[in-house]
């Protein structure tokens, strides 16, 4: 824009245009590359490296402007008036001036964006983790009662229903460690998995007890996190039950507005909610299951039944299974 209104002939000013840009685009390569250098020294030895170096690439620019421009003229050697070498300086300075500033600007920008990227793909790789976590935390007493329960029913000689609960726990085993901790599963899905969690545990308590499963048919292919209910359940198993008495769990799904209501409820003692943390890790683990998954889209919440026990109740987002769209 400042060579436009010059008096130079095209023939001259069209290459002297082509030659100055050059050599301005090559300035800034090399200014790109003092400052990548300079950003790794203090702010204040930064600061003056930068003017510093910003001053002798005006001074480089201008001097091959002007050179550049006399050879065209035939007159190479022709010194500059200090009028020309203010004025032609400071269209230089203000050029690479302005460009610095553009450049610091995107790369801020870019820095800026690739630090959200990384802190976002930190806290999805730590939020994958912390389920894989909770996910893999079986319970050792489970693993010790269920083989202990097989053990006493072999030297009962009950061994078809030894047999019996050995394969459910396979296949309880298997699910859980096969799985893609990450991933939802349907309703269905899930209460036939926590139908095989329950038949080893039925293995022990036999008449003890008794479990009821109910569910709205819209909820079947509905999403949740899979393996959600049974650290509740077996919470209530191992706190809830009383000695020579029985014990009824139900576990109900439904449908409420926009969200998914499970329900787990049983007849035992219910909640001291003064020594609620003693309670093992069944509340904890679905709670940061619940967080890590949908933040303050899910809630769930504890209290006690008017005729005894305890009763936790889970509200989720709706979420839908593919295979239903």
């Known amino acids: ?26 300035v800034t390569l090399l200014l790109r590359k003092f400052y990548a250098r300079f950003r790794l020294r203090k ?14 690439a005006s001074l480089l620019w ?47 920008y870019l820095d800026n964006a690739e630090q959200r990227h990384q802190a976002a793909e930190a806290l999805h790789l730590a939020k994958e983790s912390q389920l894989k976590m909770l996910r893999y935390q079986l319970n050792p007493h489970f693993m010790f009662n269920s083989i202990n329960a097989i053990c006493t029913l072999i030297l009962k000689q009950h061994n078809a229903n030894a047999v019996a609960m050995l394969e459910k726990l396979c296949d309880f085993l298997r699910y859980s460690l096969y799985t893609d901790p990450l991933a939802k599963i349907t309703v269905q899905d899930e209460i036939a998995i926590l139908q095989t969690y329950l038949d080893i545990e039925q293995g022990r308590f036999q008449s003890e007890l ?21 650290p509740l359940v077996e ?55 619940l967080r890590l998954i ?7 919440s504890l209290n006690n039944g008017e005729n005894g026990g305890a009763n936790v109740s889970i509200a989720i987002p709706l979420e839908y299974s593919e295979r239903v769209q």
């Open 43 to 56: 702010i204040l030895v930064s600061a003056i490296l930068h003017i510093i170096c910003l001053l002798l």
């Open 235 to 289: 919470n209530a198993l191992k706190h809830g039950i009383v000695q020579n008495s029985g014990i009824v769990i139900a576990v109900n799904f439904a449908r409420v507005a926009n969200q998914l209501l499970i329900t787990v409820s049983d007849t035992g003692v219910g909640f001291d909610f003064s020594t609620l943390t003693s309670n093992g890790i069944g509340i904890k683990n679905c709670q940061d299951r």
């Open 294 to 300: 949908y933040s303050d889209c899910a809630h769930l």
């Open 1 to 26: 824009m400042i060579k436009i209104p010059g008096q130079e002939p095209w023939a001259i000013h069209l290459p002297h245009l082509l030659l100055d840009t050059c050599c301005g685009f090559s």
């Open 210 to 230: 008794n479990v009821k499963i109910t569910a709205d048919p819209s909820c079947f292919n509905l999403l949740i996190p899979s393996l959600l209910l049974q």
């Open 62 to 108: 201008t001097q091959f402007k002007w050179h550049s421009l006399q050879w065209f003229y035939g007159t190479l050697w022709q010194p500059m008036t200090w009028f020309d070498f203010g004025t032609w300086t400071s269209a230089s300075l203000t050029m690479l001036a302005t460009w610095t500033a553009g450049y610091y600007g995107i790369k801020m």
